[in-house]
């Protein structure tokens, strides 16, 4: 398996090295050229598309601000050192990046698609106006640099293209296989699970977007340097639409796809320009996409409304192909209509469809557990002790809680003391504010009026992100795993704050990188040891069956090396042997010194491990005490049950 | 002085356009988190389509100005409603942000395109239903269109507003934009009022478009700047305040036509983008928005 890995990747080098020798023809060669310089563009792209799930419009412009800082430098500063030039395309773009993200990505929503649409418009607009830098509509002639004191021939040039191609490739794979491509993936299977694992997700979906700013950078020099001229027009609307559908259309979260979308977009207008070949090519996609429809109801694996539109538009194309006389000003409606299909019937791209299509024959198997991870000592699930603090007094305090919904009190001047070391149970019916308490002290509402301290520092207004790193980590009611990712992942985003690894340390793999890589997935293994979930490894999160999704939100949590754990109802949808297990689990967590605080339904659960239990009832603490006590409670009583049945209940104890 | 006046008359009348659009775009938005990125485009149709009905390009004049005006909603009502069948339903129901945009967007380039072949690529002019003659107002001419612009866009939005309040058919719209869950439950047909959304959305686009079209160019491409703008314009005043979009209107125009006239014409754009992120960075709701607080 391996082997065959490398010797695809020593096929794909001498594919790039021999192909300009082999070919000869400077036209195909160009032609290539634009294919990579596409390619490295996209690989950055699908990491906001693909990754983050969100939409940029202005990846046109980026790549033009790449091209044209390029021009400025060599043609304006006379700067002819070409590494310069593509550090400087690359640092000059990611700061637009930046400049765009930082507003655009504060808010969740259709923004940064808005913003950057925005963005697109303006910068052609600025590169036409701003004559004194870009030479406006007249453009700048830049020739093939020089490397070395040694000027590159056209083939010179296509192997320095494919060199950095290369490199983007491997530099976006890495990023991608690490904590920080763990956390762009993250952020879009759970915001809100990923903020609390203390990876902020605006942050990250900022660092994502600035690094796929400057590979737009890169590749927008590249091109400069490619076409020998650039002018405005090039970096228009249509071209950021045809960068998205070839990352969508090749297939997402790959590198595979983005190359395949680069060769389809860039022989797509000569496609496009022919009608002969444009109409041989609508019919086979139309005899296609009849046979492919067939064979779907034959195997009713469709319903015949499932594949009337897709059969109705190919075939609808095909036929208004040969309508046509004149294909150029018909071009971009037959592009829309691409597009519209492509987002419909091809949302996995064609390497996902393939993918997918192979995976029907041959199932694809979990990788075996390694040696050190079916081994993994269940100790290592802890952090090595911090330094001893004082063992007793309060850990949390909050006080006069008030959240305020409209008129709604959901809290209303609610206390809560904390100790050191405790199981802390916090009970009440449906709806009496047990959740917007643990949603106040992680910091996903800022509460109306009150103050929490924990450890000493107030934390009321820090983000949810900086109190999961203060360590408070939680669990959640409704489960928010990371579901497209492995059960190991899922705890490697809970320990993503033990990595002080950079952008550098990722691409380059320094030694640091690495030791703190090897660590994390040692702790994880332990972690999963612990609860019990060390088979499962490199199972898809969303295959679990739910109680083990709520253990492994539980090791999540434990990642984050938290010193209060809040537990939101773990035992719900447990089963018998499952909850004793839980309790085992709960206990054990707080002898290794982390305090809890269990929300709870199951009262022989709660009753069981808790050192005190606070009851709450529309919003107000009725009632703070030992187990034993809260049970005689005619408060408490009358919350759960009504007024008649805790005079009963106080008739039957008086008795 | 005059002059500035002037700048700022026909900056309100500019910004009176964008506010219209940008409150199309907090009425989808409302009922369903989504935007048309073709709402430049539903401008452009209705405005080619009012020239067609009033002009002798297509073998008319069939009708007079405003007879043609609730034809040309009626219109905008259809290929909104057509919009929200295409490219938003189906991803509303797959829940993808990046389906919707790119079908919209998708959309609107087929629009453009096929404007382009039926009314060619150049702009045409749209002939005015009111005297172009300038009148002096505190020694600044004004055009009666431009008061017209005006007029027609507050009337446009408070006729919704009045609508969604006081009609049990407003009040589903509301409902639905308040919770659709909930809203589905009660017996609403939320599919059926993002539809109407949709096709009230696009018909305010078409007035718009025969709103402005007199006193600018008629073309495929007239939409497409007009429609970045109210983008910028909705942002800024906060896509939930419908006041939000009229003073984010009002700020965008004047600075352009301030722009335009004391800086550059080139440069008129950029005010609006350096707005969009100022206000982005300060008050991400915007002006007049609420911030939601999102529940878990």
């Excluded at chain 1, 906001?48 to 940029?56: F, R």
């Excluded at chain 1, 899922?490 to 691409?507: A, E, I, M, Q, R």
């Excluded at chain 2, 507050?154 to 308040?178: D, P």
Aim: charged share 15%; net charge neutral; hydrophobic share 50%.
């Amino acid at each position: 398996m391996r082997n065959r890995k490398w010797g695809l990747y020593v096929a794909g080098i001498a594919l790039l090295a021999l192909f300009p020798v082999v070919v000869g023809n400077p036209y195909y060669i160009h032609l290539a050229e634009t294919i990579l310089i596409y390619a490295i563009l996209l690989f950055g792209l699908d990491i906001v598309v693909g990754y983050t799930g969100e939409v940029s419009l202005g990846h046109a412009a980026l790549f033009g601000i790449g091209s044209y800082t390029a021009g400025i430098f060599f043609f304006k500063l006379g700067v002819p050192l070409v590494l310069v030039n593509v550090a400087a395309s690359i640092v000059v773009t990611a700061a637009f990046g930046a400049l765009l993200a930082l507003p655009a990505l504060r808010v969740t929503g259709p923004y940064l698609a808005m913003v950057t649409l925005a963005f697109g418009t303006i910068v052609q607009i600025l590169i036409n106006e701003m004559t004194f830098l870009t030479e406006g509509p007249l453009g700048i002639k830049v020739p093939k640099p020089s490397l070395f004191g040694h000027k590159l021939s056209e083939f010179e040039f296509f192997w320095f293209v494919a060199a950095l191609m290369v490199i983007a490739l491997v530099a976006v794979t890495r990023i991608l296989r690490s904590h920080l491509g763990r956390a762009f993936q993250a952020l879009r299977d759970s915001p809100v699970a990923c903020d609390c694992m203390g990876v902020s997700v605006y942050r990250y979906k900022v660092y994502a977007f600035v690094i796929s700013a400057g590979l737009a950078g890169l590749a927008g020099c590249l091109y400069t340097y490619s076409e020998e001229y650039i002018s405005p027009n090039t970096y228009n609307f249509e071209l950021t639409i045809l960068f998205l559908l070839a990352v969508i259309m090749g297939g997402r979260k790959t590198r595979s796809g983005p190359l395949l979308g680069a060769l389809i977009v860039v022989t797509l207008p000569s496609l496009l320009s022919d009608i002969h070949l444009f109409r041989g090519i609508a019919t086979g996609a139309a005899i296609l996409g009849v046979v492919l429809a067939g064979a779907l109801l034959a195997r009713k694996q469709k319903t015949a409304r499932d594949v009337a539109i897709p059969v109705a538009s190919v075939i609808g194309m095909a036929v208004f192909s040969y309508f046509l006389e004149n294909i150029v000003d018909w071009r971009l409606t037959i592009f829309g209509f691409m597009t519209l299909f492509v987002v419909y019937y091809l949302q996995d791209g064609i390497v996902g469809y393939i993918r997918g299509t192979l995976e029907k024959f041959r199932p694809r198997q979990l990788a075996p557990l390694a040696a050190w991870e079916a081994n993994a000592d269940a100790s290592r699930a802890w952090a090595p002790p911090a330094k001893a603090g004082e063992a007793t007094g309060n850990l949390l305090k909050a006080d006069a809680i008030l959240m305020q919904f409209g008129g709604l009190k959901a809290l209303n001047e609610v206390d809560l003391r904390v100790a050191r070391g405790a199981i802390h149970g916090l009970i009440g019916p449906n709806g009496s504010g047990k959740s917007t308490m643990m949603n106040v002290l992680t910091g996903i509402y800022q509460p109306t009026r009150g103050g929490v301290m924990f450890e000493g520092k107030s934390i009321v207004g820090n983000t949810p992100s900086e109190i999961a790193l203060a360590g408070i980590a939680r669990t959640f009611q409704n489960v928010q795993l990371f579901g497209e990712m492995t059960v190991t992942e899922n705890v490697l985003v809970g320990l993503h704050h033990t990595f002080k690894s950079n952008l550098f340390d990722v691409v380059f793999h320094t030694r640091r990188y690495r030791d703190e890589e090897r660590a994390a997935h040692q702790r994880a293994a332990g972690i999963l040891h612990f609860i019990g979930l060390a088979d499962l490894a490199h199972e898809e999160a969303r295959n679990l069956p739910y109680g083990k999704q709520r253990l492994l939100e539980i090791g999540r949590a434990l990642g984050l090396d938290p010193r209060l754990l809040l537990l939101d109802e773990p035992a719900a949808g447990l089963t018998a042997p499952d909850i004793t297990e839980l309790i085992e689990i709960i206990r054990k967590i707080r002898d290794h010194g982390i305090t809890v605080i269990l929300i709870e339904h199951h009262m022989d659960v709660v009753m069981t491990i808790s050192d005190i239990v606070t009851v709450l009832d529309f919003g107000q603490k009725i009632a703070e005490e030992a187990p034993a006590h809260v049970r005689a409670d005619p408060k408490v009583i009358e919350a759960y049950l009504g007024s008649g049945a805790a005079d009963a209940a106080h008739g039957a104890a008086a008795a | 002085m005059e002059i500035l006046l002037q700048l700022l008359f026909s900056g309100v009348a500019l910004g009176m356009i964008y506010a219209v659009i940008a409150f199309g775009y907090q009425l989808t938005f409302a009922t369903s988190g989504t935007l048309n990125f073709g709402q430049g485009e539903a401008l452009m149709l209705g405005a080619l389509v009012g020239l067609s009905l009033v002009s002798t390009i297509h073998g008319g004049p069939w009708l007079n100005y405003w007879l043609m005006i609730p034809l040309v909603m009626i219109f905008g009502a259809l290929q909104g409603a057509l919009v929200e069948w295409i490219g938003v339903r189906p991803s509303i129901k797959t829940k993808s942000e990046f389906g919707w945009i790119m079908s919209t967007i998708a959309l609107a380039i087929i629009f453009k395109n096929v404007a382009e072949n039926i009314w060619g690529k150049d702009d045409l002019t749209f002939p005015s239903p009111v005297s172009a003659k300038p009148f002096q107002v505190f020694g600044a001419n004004v055009q009666l269109m431009q008061v017209l612009v005006v007029i027609g866009a507050v009337a446009m939005m408070l006729a919704v507003e009045l609508f969604n309040r006081k009609s049990i058919y407003g009040k589903a719209v509301v409902a639905t934009s308040n919770d659709p869950d909930a809203a589905g439950l009660m017996g609403i047909n939320t599919g059926r009022v993002i539809t109407f959304s949709y096709a009230l959305s696009s018909a305010t686009a078409a007035f718009a478009g025969v709103l402005v079209a007199p006193l600018t160019l008629t073309g495929a491409t007239m939409g497409t700047s007009l429609g970045l703008k109210a983008f910028a314009v909705a942002i800024i005043g906060g896509l939930t305040s419908g006041i939000g979009a009229v003073v984010g209107g009002l700020i965008l125009g004047v600075c352009e036509t301030l722009t335009g006239f004391y800086i550059s014409t080139g440069y008129k754009e950029v005010p609006g983008l350096l707005l969009l992120l100022l206000v982005l960075a300060v008050k991400p709701a915007g002006l007049f928005g609420k911030a939601a607080i999102k529940k878990v």
